[in-house]
């Protein structure tokens, strides 16, 4: 047996048996302010119902930064016109504030002149613009409970921004 520097004695222990001990005096200290021994672990992220829940959505305990992101499934809907498609995602980041729609349109531009598919490509991400900003303008003035301003041309027209002048005739 040896002694401690205070004189008392304690028996031949191995490294294993003092950590054991070590264990229990510190987990003696710990109980007393409260804590349970058990690991502290993350709350799973939840993603909203309409969240496809795939690789898309980038909400995943390994993937968390700052463009984690909940992403919708795909809609696409073609031009019944044939003109192109219409692709659009709802997506929610975690670092920003509130949800967006991504939206991608393809055109089939103008095979049979150059400058007319110049001033197709020129002119209709104006036109996209003008039409969105009226959408919006026309949903928010709905929401508002202004349905009656909706129904009225004249007041609708002073939400509604003029589309881009036509520049080239084909």
């Avoid at 048996?17 to 007393?32: E, H, I, S, T």
């Avoid at 021994?37 to 992220?45: A, I, L, N």
């Avoid at 795939?54 to 795909?74: A, F, K, Y």
């Amino acid at each position: 047996m040896t002694t401690n520097p205070s004189g008392g004695g304690y028996a031949e222990v191995g490294v294993l048996g003092l950590l054991r001990v070590a264990y229990q005096a510190a987990k003696g200290l710990l109980d007393g302010l409260g804590a349970t021994g058990r690991r502290w672990k993350r709350p799973p992220r939840e993603c909203p119902g309409w969240c496809a829940r795939d690789h898309t959505c980038t909400v995943r305990p390994e993937l968390l930064g700052p463009m984690s992101e909940h992403r919708s499934p795909i809609s696409t809907w073609w031009a019944k016109a044939g003109w192109g498609k219409l692709v659009a995602t709802r997506v929610q980041g975690l670092n920003v504030d509130g949800d967006r729609l991504e939206l991608r349109v393809q055109v089939k531009l103008s095979s049979t002149s150059d400058r007319l598919a110049f001033a197709q490509a020129y002119q209709i991400p104006q036109i996209v613009e003008a039409a969105i900003t009226a959408g919006l303008a026309e949903l928010e003035v709905q929401a508002r409970g202004r349905a009656d301003l909706v129904r009225n041309q004249h007041e609708l027209a002073q939400h509604r921004p003029a589309l881009p002048a036509r520049r080239w005739a084909s």
